[in-house]
């Protein structure tokens, strides 16, 4: 199939827009499921490059 363009998987809050968390913060994700995050950085191709940064953030924070 053909690979669908970018696209935002966070709001303006920092909360996923769809998917398995959608509604909860990237923040909470991050400490309670981060092997989502972490395939949401590496497998999801069609995410923005700026919330890939920003989930890859909160992955390295999250002990913190």
């Known amino acids: 199939g053909t690979a669908r363009p970018p696209r935002a998987w966070l709001d303006a809050t920092g909360k996923f827009r769809?998917?398995?968390?959608v509604g909860q913060l990237a923040e909470d994700v991050a400490?309670?499921?981060p092997g989502y995050l972490a395939w949401v950085c590496n497998e999801v191709?069609?995410?923005?490059e700026e919330d890939r940064?920003?989930?890859a953030t909160w992955l390295k924070f999250?002990?913190?």
């Open 18 to 21: 769809w998917g398995k968390h």
């Open 31 to 33: 400490r309670e499921d």
């Open 45 to 48: 191709e069609d995410i923005i």
């Open 53 to 55: 940064d920003v989930l």
């Open 62 to 64: 999250r002990d913190r």
